[in-house]
């Protein structure tokens, strides 16, 4: 078996017990990086060097005795979370040549660990977007079909995951961006609840709805590293001070009793057959573990997307004010004046989703429009929340699908911004209720496209989520399942 | 229609984004079927319901106002497309 295939647990153990060294595993990632990479652009950057500088250094560490979580596993970092002296594009033009003079608190905490770190993954720019098709570096492929998007906005992180580029990744979620690639991908992705991981060092999109959280190959290499970045961090006040579980504990435990609401509003018209009955084949397949299932009510999910695309683009328009060509990024030559320079600036540093959703978003707070528009959303949201309180009053997970489709073709839903907003439908309403989410794969497609399942739970209830992923995923082998790609074609 | 290309315009001056004719004409056709799904919203009722701007429940974080360590003035200009003297540079405001 090729080091690069294995988990962090496994490795782990390997490292423990002195099997292997962390530059093993680097080169053989490295390796494997140089094999497929040509075929899944997964990354913006890749840190060879420096990679396999960190791993030296991480050798020394377990030579020391000094082992712990992390150490000496390559890892793959979406280019929206800021990496000392390492350029984070966000997928865009106007922060091509940005270098951060800083560490995001994630990758703080994660180096506490010394592990590697091989890239910056694509994204769609700004993380605007359910395809990685808007990211100014080029279009990131489907290990599993490389005619297909790998998902998105964390298309780079999945489509790495699942090729075996890297070990493990992190993704962010504003509206679904690392559940549904996941999905796309056949991998496992959380978004932990809001204010569960800072967001100090992440690129802002919409900041009431951002959230970092693990990508991985299985159950326990996402509970292991939901444990490293989870906590209260000072730099970000919107972090919420509640003590960090042992994410890891929980797994194993038995699920007899569990009670699990299936919410009959995300069985929609449009809905792949394919995702329905990969969805009732796991509700069955919980049921044989002792857990109970009843259908539930979420009246309100209709309004999810329109709430999501009122919300997210007026927190970016804001957000986004700040690329100006003044303190940092992309600066237009030849202007005249000021005002000129921050519109010639900004129209040529951000692509056609980033501006179309600074339009929208500006619009819905202008004068005259924000009671109609914003107001209206941030009301019904309210409702969508109401919605999940009410359910967790008698269950204690949701089961629900995590896209409508398997990954779709490349080019698809481009030159239609509605149809692709609306693949995160499903995703969307666990951000505006600010509930933690995990998809686990769950199915193949009849092309052979893997199909993920969606657990939602209460606040702070990420315990629950990863007990569920993990008695799923202990008892089906769809996780095991790898891309036919590269070398393993022939 | 609901959105004019005038519309547009004005939008665009307000985000301080530039588009041409063309672009304009496309993003008013698409911020319109966009905005017409929006509609839905208003069969609503939500008089009487608290807007959610945040899905937490913490509202003003303070701290004590002591000076802590920051990111030092020469790291703060690194990315700076221009700068002189320790300041960010733009170009000139104030007409001659």
């Known amino acids: 078996m090729e080091l690069y295939r294995l988990t962090i647990h496994e490795l782990q153990e390997m490292l423990r017990k002195g099997e292997v060294t962390s530059r093993d595993i680097t080169e053989s990632v490295f390796r494997r990086i140089e094999e497929v990479e040509g075929k899944t652009r997964a990354f913006i950057t890749l840190m060879k060097e420096q990679g396999l500088k960190q791993a030296e250094m991480a050798d020394i560490r377990i030579k020391e005795g000094k082992l712990s979580q992390l150490t000496g596993i390559p890892l793959a970092i979406k280019d929206n979370m800021c990496i000392k002296g390492i350029k984070t594009t966000c997928g865009s033009k106007i922060l091509e040549n940005y270098i951060p003079p800083y560490d995001g608190t994630v990758i703080e905490r994660l180096k506490e660990h010394m592990p590697v770190f091989i890239g910056k993954t694509n994204m769609d720019e700004f993380a605007m977007g359910s395809s990685t098709e808007t990211s100014y570096f080029g279009v990131t492929h489907n290990p599993w079909d490389i005619e297909r998007i790998p998902g998105g906005s964390s298309g780079g992180s999945a489509s790495a995951v699942a090729a075996d580029e890297c070990i493990a990744a992190l993704g962010s979620d504003t509206g ?5 690639p996941a999905a796309c991908c056949g991998i496992v992705g959380l978004k932990p609840t809001y204010g569960r991981v800072s967001r100090f060092g992440l690129v802002a999109f919409a900041s009431s709805l ?6 991985t190959k299985d159950v326990r290499d996402c509970s292991i590293l939901l444990s490293v970045i989870s906590g209260h961090d000072k730099l970000d006040s919107t972090s919420i001070d509640v003590e960090v579980a042992d994410y890891e504990k929980c797994l194993g435990q038995d699920i007899k009793g569990l009670k699990i609401g299936v919410p009959r509003e995300y069985f929609i018209e449009g809905i ?3 995702v329905v009955k990969s969805l009732w084949s796991a509700v069955k397949e919980l049921e044989k573990l002792g857990a109970t299932y009843k259908e539930v009510s979420l009246p309100h999910s209709e309004h999810a997307v329109a709430v999501y695309y009122l919300i997210a683009p007026a927190e970016a328009s804001s957000n986004l004010a700040r690329y100006d060509g003044v303190k940092y990024g992309h600066r237009a030559s030849g202007t005249k004046g000021l005002m000129d320079m921050y519109t010639q600036t900004r129209s040529e540093g951000f692509g056609q989703e980033v501006k179309r959703r600074i339009m929208l978003g500006t619009y819905a707070l202008s004068a005259g429009y924000y009671d109609a528009y ?12 109401r919605d999940f309180d009410e359910v967790f009053k008698e269950c204690d997970v949701l089961l629900t699908p995590t896209a409508p489709t398997p990954a779709f073709k490349i080019g698809e839903k481009t030159d239609d911004p509605l149809q692709m907003y609306l693949s995160d439908i499903f995703t969307i309403p666990a951000n505006l209720a600010g509930i933690p989410g995990i998809s686990i794969p769950c199915g193949f497609s009849r092309e ?3 199909i993920g399942l969606q657990l939602l739970g209460k606040h702070f209830d990420e315990e629950k989520l990863l007990q569920v992923a993990y008695a799923f995923e202990r008892h089906t082998d769809y996780h095991l399942k790898k891309p036919v790609i590269g070398q393993d074609a022939l | 229609m609901k959105i004019t290309k ?12 530039g588009f041409t004719e063309e672009e304009k004409e496309k993003f008013a056709s698409q911020l319109n079927s966009i905005l017409v799904y929006f509609d839905n919203l208003g069969e609503l009722d939500t008089r009487g319901i608290e807007p959610t701007s945040h899905a937490s429940t913490i509202s003003n974080v303070f701290r004590d106002d002591e000076v802590e360590s920051s990111i030092s003035k020469e790291d703060s200009l690194l990315n700076a497309p221009d700068s002189k003297r320790g300041c960010f540079r733009v170009p000139r405001i104030i007409e001659r």
Not at chain 1, 210 to 215: A, E
């Open chain 1, 176 to 180: 679904g961006s690392i559940r549904q």
């Open chain 1, 210 to 215: 951002d959230q970092i959280g693990p990508m």
């Open chain 1, 272 to 274: 792949a057959p394919d």
């Open chain 1, 374 to 385: 914003y107001k209206k959303a941030s009301q019904v949201r309210t409702l969508i929340k």
């Open chain 1, 448 to 450: 052979g496209l893997p």
């Open chain 2, 6 to 17: 005038q519309e547009v315009d004005k939008v665009a001056k307000l985000a301080r984004l």
